[in-house]
């Protein structure tokens, strides 16, 4: 069963460890020692925190003689805003339709309390 790439990128996404390695990479590419210097694990568990990010299409990996950078890819991270972007536009007009109801129902209120009993 294939899983279809958004959902990839929030499973990636899940993790703060690998939410706090591509904060790191949003300030440029990195070797994975840099990477694991913050954190408190091996450098195993690392590159399995490597490989999810890769598989998900966040990172990609090279390699310049010894040295492996790591740098950002930040296209499904575009594409996770645009899914978000169809719910923040529907709970805008949830809100503005609640705003506009509040007004209405003071304005109703100001006018029924202005009248003589």
């Known amino acids: 069963m294939s899983t279809d790439m958004l959902s990839t990128t929030f499973a990636a996404l899940a993790d703060p460890t690998r939410r706090a390695i591509l904060a790191r990479l949003s300030s440029g590419e990195s070797s994975v020692k840099e990477l694991a210097k913050p954190f408190d694990m091996t ?4 590159s399995k925190h490597l490989k999810v990010l890769e598989r998900a299409g966040l990172i990609q990996r090279s390699r310049d003689a010894q040295w492996r950078p790591c740098r950002l890819d930040a296209k499904p991270l575009r594409e996770v805003a645009d899914w978000v972007e ?3 536009r529907f709970w805008g007009e949830r809100l503005d339709r609640l705003e506009d109801y509040l007004r209405d129902l003071h304005a109703q209120e100001k006018t029924d309390g202005c009248k003589e009993p």
């Open 86 to 88: 169809q719910y923040r």
């Open 43 to 46: 450098l195993p568990a690392i």
